[in-house]
């Protein structure tokens, strides 16, 4: 590593008395006055964007709206698909952040109804189950946005932002 930036070692050694080990450096020609660190990959914020979040467990809808309102998010809560519906009223979402099983109607029974009143209404799916189980079960169609369970504040956040970037035909690789 040493040699390879240009610089030198030099070993010198006496009986009884040890080693002495040099490391010759190039010098500087302009001062190092910041280190290159890799950027970190920070969770991306939002816009005000509108989220319903529907999830029938509580401390799950409680956890996933606190972390979106923490990020710059309007979070819209229900607990049920029928919840759902009256929570979104007339409101303009921006995205439905709903659970697949649910007691009542499902998810994507849910997302089918809230489209009939915003056809461009983006969704993510929540699910516990693998998507293997899903897919036999023809619960979501290939291709729809899926985040499995358990999932971390930094999955939440950038499949939230990936699926809105989705949306506005924006890259999601280039969206902060």
Known sequence: MITGSGGA????????????????LPALTKPASRIARPPRDLPPHGQGEVILVVEDEEAMLRVTARVLRRHGYVVLEARS???????AGTTRLDLLLTDVIMPGYSGRQLAERLHVRQPDLSVLFMSGYSQGVLGSERALDEGVALIQKPFGQRALLHKVREVLATRAGVSPKRRG
Not at 9 to 24: F, I, M, N, P, Q
């Open 9 to 24: 070692v030099t070993l010198y050694s006496e009986d009884g008395l040890g080693v002495t080990v040099r490391a010759h």
């Open 81 to 87: 698909s029928v919840d759902a519906l009256e929570a």
